[in-house]
């Protein structure tokens, strides 16, 4: 290529470049324009804004209730095949191989819900939940953890229904608290929940 053919394509780059930038100022200047003096154009943004705002929160809500609908889906199945132990003698090594098998799925991404269905059945053998969901918000991945809570609420383990409804140490309020995550676990002492 010749110095004169390289310095017209750069001239016709450099041409173009400014007519470009000129046209996305011109634009700029030209909304700015119109949203500062024309009501019109000011309602239909405004109404572009708002409609957008409520197609995110339609959309929030429907990933959340298929998200629901799949936990469900997967729980109702895990139960089936793998029911939770009702044996009062077996309810230690339930746990510790529930909370095992748990925590070696968790440190693999995408086994968010095996995960959470190995500790939900941990935390269904578990004699005080609410202590159990401390530590759980405290060491395990969020991800998880929400799966886990997930299914708390779909189906609540004996032991958690029975703690909801006030028969447990510590009360719904302890359940509450746990469930948000502001309990400080067995070292805290859930005496100072108590109702």
């Known amino acids: 290529m010749s110095q004169n053919q390289s310095s017209t394509i750069l001239r016709v780059l450099t041409i173009g470049g400014v007519a470009l930038a000129t046209a996305v100022a011109g634009y700029a200047v030209y909304f700015d324009h119109q949203r500062r003096n024309n009501s019109d154009f000011r309602r239909n943004l405004k109404r572009k804004v708002k409609k957008h705002v409520e197609e995110e929160k339609i959309e929030e809500e429907r990933a959340k209730k298929l998200k629901l609908a799949r936990v469900g889906e997967f729980l109702e199945v895990e ?9 009062p003698e077996e309810r230690e090594a339930v746990f510790t191989s529930n909370v095992e098998a748990g925590e070696r799925l968790a440190s693999v991404p995408g086994n968010e819900m095996e995960s959470a269905f190995k500790f939900y059945k941990a935390l269904s ?38 703690f909801l409804s006030g028969s447990a140490q510590g009360g719904p309020a302890a359940m509450a608290q746990a469930m948000s995550g502001k309990t400080g676990g067995a070292e805290s002492g859930l005496g100072e929940i108590d109702e």
């Open 79 to 87: 139960l089936v095949k793998d029911p939770i132990s009702t044996d």
């Open 125 to 162: 053998v578990y004699p005080n939940p609410a202590d159990l969901l401390g530590i759980y918000q405290r060491s395990v991945p969020e991800a998880v953890y929400e799966h886990v809570v997930l299914m708390i609420a779909i189906k609540p383990p004996v032991n958690v229904s029975t």
